[in-house]
């Protein structure tokens, strides 16, 4: 028997993104990518890692955000690099996703949620990815749609899935 079913709570859906509490660096070199800079924060974090003066490089974003800057970087990697990234979902996912096409394994990428609630949603209906709060549902801002926000994430597109809430009205016109 599991501890979740010892514990009476459902185990977490697979398709909901996972964050690392603190990750398990195996030494070397490791980059940090902070959605807002926070020179103690990444100071207590090296410390708590056990690394060594000079193993955490903290990655300045330059004038073309974060983004460039970390491709840029990633070119210049040396094999064993581990990729700290530090922000809210909005922050932490397309960050993700350009490590993993420029080639870092899932392994070398370590996710550490922090900051607001902001996530990104995905209306199926339109195909448009838009910046949202917490709720659970939405107006998609490109089409009208009433969207639920469901409890699925898509890692590929950094988002949540947005689906009509209500199919006979929806765009949350009112009733007669």
Known sequence: MTDTALSGSAPPLPSLPRYDALPRLAGGHALLVMQRADADYAH???????????????????????????LERLDSASVGLQLLLCGDEAFLW??????????????????????????????????????????????????????????????????????????DQPYAEARP
């Open 94 to 167: 397309p960050l993700h996703a350009l490590a993993r096409q420029a080639g870092l394994r899932p392994d070398e990428i370590h996710l550490l949620r922090r900051g607001e609630d902001t996530r990104t949603l995905y209306c199926v209906h339109c195909g448009t990815l838009q910046g949202t709060g917490s709720g659970d549902r939405h107006d998609c801002q490109h089409c009208g749609v009433h969207l639920e926000v469901r409890r699925h994430f898509s890692q590929r597109l950094g988002a949540y899935l947005g689906v009509c809430a209500d199919a």
């Open 44 to 70: 207590a974090l090296a410390s708590r890692l056990g690394l060594a003066p000079g193993e955490l490089e903290l990655l300045a974003s330059g004038p073309q955000g974060p983004q460039r800057a970390l």
